[in-house]
């Protein structure tokens, strides 16, 4: 289980704005939302059904070894930021008990 994946941006020319682009996968059942923060400040988060794509995430298929789906979001947002250091976080704890979910 991985919970988080981060990285830090240093040495950002002077903005305003940051637009953020990114596709998110969950991948088989998966009962906890996915989130991304930026700076410690919540930016994404979405529950889908445990065993299929809802609530915004598209069914992208099943698997052959697998009877659950593949889904993923596009997220696509633009924030107020000046700030020359950028901290971006994204979170996905599985159910440790179940082999069945990745993010």
Same mark, same amino acid.
């Given at each position: 289980d991985v919970p988080n994946v981060n990285k830090t941006f240093t040495?950002?020319?002077v903005h305003t704005n940051v637009q953020l682009q990114v596709r998110m996968?969950?991948?088989g059942k998966f009962? #906890?939302?996915p989130r991304i923060e930026v700076d410690g400040t919540q930016l994404f988060s979405q529950n889908r059904a445990t065993t299929y794509c809802?609530?915004?995430w598209q069914n992208w298929g099943v698997p052959a070894f697998s009877l659950l789906?593949?889904?993923f979001e596009d997220?696509?947002?633009t924030f107020?930021? #000046?700030g020359a250091t950028l901290f971006l976080d994204f979170y996905g704890s599985a159910?440790?008990?179940d082999d069945e979910e990745q993010w």
């Amino acid at each position: 289980d991985v919970p988080n994946v981060n990285k830090t941006f240093t040495g950002l020319a002077v903005h305003t704005n940051v637009q953020l682009q990114v596709r998110m996968w969950t991948l088989g059942k998966f009962s #906890t939302a996915p989130r991304i923060e930026v700076d410690g400040t919540q930016l994404f988060s979405q529950n889908r059904a445990t065993t299929y794509c809802s609530n915004g995430w598209q069914n992208w298929g099943v698997p052959a070894f697998s009877l659950l789906p593949d889904c993923f979001e596009d997220v696509d947002v633009t924030f107020a930021h #000046t700030g020359a250091t950028l901290f971006l976080d994204f979170y996905g704890s599985a159910d440790k008990e179940d082999d069945e979910e990745q993010w």
